[in-house]
């Protein structure tokens, strides 16, 4: 019963260094996201996608790549890290990618990613 | 435009009832759902509402919406000290997005 698993748990980098940020789901889901979270500020949607091979762009996406090669991994890079992104990290997954279907909103979350970029 | 407005804290003594509050904007949300992170992990669902319902209960949880007035919220009865929590609402948009509100902070003090 993994669910959804993000590595590493806790990162430093320095301004302008880049790293990914891994999270796999063994749940066979086609949604998968990545938020970040920072206080006062909630949970803003990065990027999402629907299947294998489709990403989009959700609030935030300045700064960050994905891609979903398989069903279960969706990566996300940090091109050339900023103080800016500091923050917590969340990757999720739900069965769904319709939108008015209830299953949709039901988001398996991980445990999260800290980043302090210095 | 897509905004979930929430007030970041409320504070309540251990065995009072919890009332949590949440805004929304997008009419069309087909269902609005509520999580709650503990400290250092991940959200976990709670609770969800379709949006033709007035009300859901699932033990010490009631959730409450207002379509009308586009308000919704998160009754704990007899909250514990293990309620204490972040609680966050959400909404799905047509755009195939979930968004969700700030967060509230509940304080439980014994």
């Known amino acids: 019963n993994a669910g959804v698993t993000q590595t590493p748990k806790f990162q430093v980098l320095k301004t302008g260094q880049s790293m990914t940020l891994q999270c796999a789901q063994d749940?066979?889901?086609?949604?998968m996201s990545w938020y970040r979270q920072d206080p006062g500020m909630g949970l803003r949607l990065i990027h999402y996608?629907?299947?294998?091979?489709?990403?989009d762009q959700g609030e935030v996406p300045n700064g960050y790549n994905v891609s979903r090669s398989t069903t279960e991994d969706f990566p996300l890079r940090l091109l050339s890290a900023a103080p800016s992104q500091t923050s917590v990290y969340f990757c999720?997954?739900?069965?769904?990618?319709?939108?008015?279907?209830?299953?949709?909103?039901?988001?398996?979350f991980g445990s999260g990613t800290q980043l302090s970029v210095l | 435009g897509e905004d979930v407005e929430q007030s970041l804290f409320l504070s309540v003594r251990e065995g009072d009832s919890s009332v949590i509050n949440c805004t929304y904007t997008?009419?069309?949300?087909?269902?609005l759902y509520w999580y709650k992170q503990e400290p250092g992990a991940g959200l976990q669902l709670l609770t969800y509402?379709?949006?033709?319902?007035d009300m859901k209960q699932d033990q010490r949880l009631t959730v409450l919406l207002n379509k009308k007035d586009k308000h919704l919220s998160l009754r704990i009865a007899d909250t514990q000290t293990g309620d204490s929590a972040i609680y966050f609402c959400?909404?799905?948009?047509?755009?195939?997005?979930?968004?969700f509100g700030q967060g509230t902070t509940l304080q439980v003090k014994p």
């Open positions: 999720a997954s739900s069965y769904s990618t319709i939108s008015g279907a209830r299953s949709f909103g039901k988001l398996f």
């Open positions: 749940m066979n889901h086609e949604y």
């Open positions: 996608s629907v299947g294998a091979g489709i990403t």
């Open positions: 997008d009419s069309s949300s087909t269902y």
């Open positions: 959400a909404e799905t948009l047509n755009t195939g997005k979930l968004i």
């Open positions: 509402i379709f949006s033709n319902m």
